[in-house]
């Protein structure tokens, strides 16, 4: 894969650590906080003397447990699913049973979503990375792209992100186990073959791509991208094409409920729904899977919408309660 030519990456999203390429390039601060771990040190272990070690007893969680949760998250994730690593070590729990936090519960327990937020805000720095071409079966593309931006600035990378999170806290109030394809934990990409593979790999029972779109003003509203029938190299969605338009047009008519906006009108024949046989992350899919343009970016009273934080809510709702319904919860 011409990925494989890019500068090196870490092996996994699960073990990667978005701050390795930063103290990389600072060594001074690397001995800087070598200076202070000895002081670092000495307070934990007073600490430890004067709590003893956990009151749950839980091990120190590892970095896999701790990466895809790093970079921040909405409020609404923090309150509504906490991850084992944001547990308070004095959780009052002293015989709470270890694996308790990984143990989902819900009616969608068992079920795995794939999360896909579309592009990544490190995209307009890494051009010449983003612009390898990539083998989606039918033909080679880019390997991603910049994504669009609000005409004030607020890149699709950020809304993406943000409404993945917000829908990744309701489905796991469900039970369900969200994988998402980044988190703004790497520079760039990743590419959409690995976008892909990500959602396959996982086995997911849906995998979402969330975007918004970056057409002229007065182009306004939601569609859903359904992928087309293709074969071809490693694409073939014959097995999907069926299952994924459930999905879409779930999310569709749950998106516009929620959101009170209307399908687009400027494509799909006001039916908020397109299929597509150019998408890479849709054709090399072999999972149920959409994309989903939650509005028009470069149209004001759209971009008014997808700034909005509460809108960004309603947004996700409507994407969680599509994916629900598609697998029965
Ligand atoms: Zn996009």
Known sequence: MRYDESPPLPESRSSISPDRPWFARRPALTVALAALAPTCLAGWVLAQVLTGPGADGRQPEGPSLTASHATGSTDAKSSASPSPAQVPAHSPAPGADAQAPTAAKG????????????????????????????????????????????NSGYK?????????????????????????????????????????????????????????????????????????????????????????RDLGERIARNFGRTT???????????TGLVVRDDLGGLNLSTRP?????????????????LMSP???????????????GFLGG
């Open 260 to 270: 009170g906006s209307a399908p687009a009108n400027y494509l799909g024949s006001g």
């Open 156 to 244: 699709e990378a950020e809304f993406t992100l943000d409404v993945s999170r917000r829908a990744r806290a309701l489905l796991e109030a469900k039970g369900v186990k969200v994988v998402f394809t980044h988190e703004a934990d790497r520079p760039w990409g990743p590419c959409i073959d690995e976008r892909a593979r990500i959602g396959n790999e996982a086995a997911a029972d849906a995998v979402v791509s969330v975007h918004a779109d970056g057409v002229s003003a007065g182009n306004r509203g939601f569609h859903v991208i359904l992928p087309a029938l293709v074969k071809g190299g490693a694409a073939d969605t014959a097995k999907i094409v069926g299952p994924s």
């Open 107 to 150: 009616p969608l327990a068992g079920r795995t979503v794939v999360i896909d937020p579309g592009h990544n805000t490190g995209n307009f720095q890494h051009g010449s990375e983003i612009n390898k071409l990539v083998d989606v079966g039918t033909h080679r593309k880019e390997c991603d792209t910049t994504g669009t931006t609000t």
């Open 289 to 305: 899977k959409v994309f989903l343009e939650c509005g028009n970016m470069r149209d004001a009273k759209d971009a008014a919408q």
């Open 310 to 324: 509460e809108w960004r809510q309603k947004a996700a709702q409507g994407i969680a309660d599509g994916i629900v």
